[in-house]
């Protein structure tokens, strides 16, 4: 390769890089800024799902409420995903064809600077893998999409669906305390929401933690496929 | 003589898009070739050592340092700056293409940097015992020495000999800080007070080397070292997010309406700091383009060190690739 099309190509690289690591980082903030408005989003819709189905009828039916909440939660869950990544990876592309446009404009056809020995455009499905959107998320269930992006439901401790959530209920007379057996309830659904979404527990990240791990997992593989030898 | 040009024959195609920085470079938008190499020069260090505060405070900070300069000096130094879209003074640690900073200043930066670890052993800092302190006081005083060394070697009459064995201890002490660094940057929690000078005392063993092997005619083995360094750079840095250092060092003993306050101006602060690491990092990356271009056009090393360090008019001058 001639030194003028070897510059080329390093100054392609270190911008990609560049491109790439500011994209990351505005994107990480990104979902760190604005993901509170969305979970406000769904305890409004978990709340007033609880309340309108009444009192004696969320006591009555526990089962039946605890799965409605958790098909809340898996459409927002589904919205918010796609909201943050499905985005995230279009702007992802732009970088990556801009690179594509770049390299076949500025140097000499074969001599891409890829680790991977493929066309930039393989390369990119590469860095993208990752990605559910990638495997055609417009046709996959709710489901299946929460499954695909290994979010599970919400699991409902045993101990707390019988004894907190639920308790304030059978405990004493609560006709006459209804408001507040009510807003126990809703403080404890909202409590078990929010740890889904910002709690990471031994054996399961929260919802932060896996939109955060697709935005570096996504950026971690475009950079590796960056010939870094300037 | 070396045919350095002023910033300002570039800040329209700058402006208008034409033209676009990497690292310390400019290149042609529309060929997509470099068409000029930026370069500090000594009154650059002169302006900047008077400063004092983090290494990467806004550009605007500039304007608030020492008055034993012409006020004139300054403002070109802040106006180039803002033309070539630099967020913050971050990339002045590593040298605007080959540092011009010049051992003896480089010497008075390691001193304050000592003062600052000094203070901080002295307090309960997380990740820093008496211990970690006694050490880095070790390497950062053979560090000093080392370039002091190099300024006296200027008095010899065969100093290339010198400049060498110096180049291949810095090798050492980098290693040694680069090791720090990256253990520090592992830890689970985050202070400027402790990052910014292992920063530094990486970055000057660098710079330092770069200088030693320019100065010995050895510009193919300084453009080597810079490659070298550019790696390190990207390996340490690029997996830092401001995101995860927000998170860090968030106070959670907070209301949740203050933690997202908190989040966001710790996401504000540190984007500033990671943008500064960037702009170090490109530099780095770019640095042995230039020294490639040194090597291709025959332009000996130590010519190319003392025009720079002696230039008292333009703090940022531009070398044009032809």
Known sequence: ?230 | MIPFEIPLKYAQGLIDGSLLRIGTLIKDQSTGRIVGHIQETGLTSKLLEGFVGSPFSPIQAISGIGANFQLAHITNLLNTMKILQYANIGVSVVGIGVSAVGFAMMNNKLNKMQDSLNKLSSEVIIGFSELHSTLLREHFSKVTGLVEQAEQAYQLSSPERSWLKISSSLAEESSFFRGELGHYLKLNSFSEDIFSPLLQSFMTCSTARVECLMLASEIESAKDVAANHAKDCRYLFEPLTPSALANQTLNIEVSDSEISHQLAQKNEHFSLIINGLRDITDATSTKPILLDYLIEKGIDGREYIETINSNENEPLLILPVS
């Open chain 1, 1 to 230: 390769m001639s030194k003028i099309n070897r510059d080329c190509l390093s100054i392609i690289n270190i911008s990609s890089r560049r491109e790439i690591l500011d994209w990351r980082d505005e994107k990480l903030i990104y979902i760190d800024t604005h993901l509170n408005s969305h979970f406000t989003t769904l305890i409004y819709k978990l709340e007033s799902y609880v309340t309108s189905y009444g009192l004696t009828n969320t006591f009555t039916n526990k089962d039946k409420v605890l799965a409605e909440l958790d098909n809340i939660y898996r459409v927002w869950v589904d919205n918010t995903y796609k909201h943050f990544i499905e985005s995230a990876g279009k702007q992802l592309m732009a970088i990556a064809d801009k690179r594509d446009v770049n390299v076949n404009k500025y140097t000499e056809k074969n001599n891409f600077s890829f680790k991977f020995n493929s066309t930039p455009g393989i390369y990119v499905g590469v860095a993208i893998a990752s990605l559910p959107i990638a495997m055609g998320a417009a046709t996959i269930s709710v489901g299946g999409f929460f499954g695909a992006i290994g979010v599970t439901a919400v699991s409902w401790p045993l101990a707390l669906v019988g004894a907190t959530v639920f308790s304030t209920i059978s405990v004493t007379g609560w006709k006459v305390k209804k408001q507040k057996k009510l807003n126990d309830i809703l403080k404890n659904v909202r409590q078990v929401y929010k740890d889904a979404i910002y709690k990471d527990q031994p054996n399961c990240e929260c919802l932060r933690t896996k939109l955060h791990s697709e935005i570096l997992s996504m950026a971690t593989n475009f950079l590796e496929g960056i010939d870094d030898t300037i």
